[in-house]
């Protein structure tokens, strides 16, 4: 089952604006939150993360939010820009695990038009 | 660079065959990961070693296994192989073996079984 969604696949922005993407999860028990940022024939590569003791964690032009009331995170990137146009993953992960996994959304497929 | 090795970078093998895709970590990360990615699917956890030892197992089927070697590096074996397990086959690796832990990701393997 997907413990992580993110319920949009696609997202178009014009360059200069606000990007919003969402993901929601449905295990309460997650408590490390991460975004990933991935370019075709690359691999993911980290982009910013929140712990769960936390509401709000900045890095540039990139901030999440997280609502742990709603189970519900989101990655604001402020002036998007053409190069931020990827496919961008949200993962979780819980201190109860004796490992350490990440479950990952399928993915939004960020395009930032000029 | 995110210093995680994956080799081959593409390989077509035939059902019923058994291949090795290879890591080498980060230098000074002692935790490996492999992820899978399926068409349209999200990464899939497959399983962590930290440290040469087995941490966390995820939908990791009977027919695959995995180790990792004194030097760290980490072999994944995908045997009697069907045309369902042709993905992107990624690895990653961290630090440290912990659950709020940022793993960095390998370019990845694309498996074709024909």
């Known amino acids: 089952d997907q413990q992580v969604k993110q319920n949009s696949p696609s997202l178009s922005v014009q360059e200069g604006r606000i990007s919003i993407l969402n993901c929601d999860y449905t295990n309460s028990m997650f408590d490390y939150f991460l975004w990933y940022k991935k370019y075709p024939a690359e691999g993911p590569t980290f982009l910013i993360s929140?712990?769960?003791?936390?509401d709000k964690n900045e890095d540039g032009r990139f901030t999440v939010f997280l609502n742990k009331s709603a189970k519900h995170l989101s990655l604001h990137i402020v002036p998007s820009q053409p190069g931020d146009s990827a496919v961008y993953f949200c993962a979780a992960s819980s201190n109860s695990n004796s490992g350490y996994a990440l479950n990952f959304g399928k993915g939004t497929s960020l395009l930032v038009t000029p | 660079d995110s210093g995680v090795t994956q080799t081959p970078k593409h390989l077509i093998t035939a059902t019923g065959q058994r291949v090795t895709l290879r890591c080498s970590p980060r230098?000074?990360?002692?935790?490996v990961y492999w992820y899978q990615q399926s068409l349209d699917q999200g990464l899939q956890f497959l399983i962590q070693y930290y440290n040469g030892e087995e941490r966390a197992k995820g939908n990791i089927l009977e027919r695959f296994s995995a180790q990792q070697f004194p030097d760290l590096h980490s072999e994944l074996n995908l045997s009697s192989l069907e045309l369902g397990d042709s993905a992107l086959y990624f690895c990653?690796?961290?630090?440290?073996?912990?659950?709020?832990?940022?793993?960095?990701f390998g370019q990845g393997t694309r498996l074709t079984v024909v």
């Open positions: 990653a690796s961290s630090v440290a073996g912990g659950w709020n832990t940022e793993a960095f």
């Open positions: 929140i712990s769960s003791i936390k």
């Open positions: 230098s000074g990360d002692l935790s």
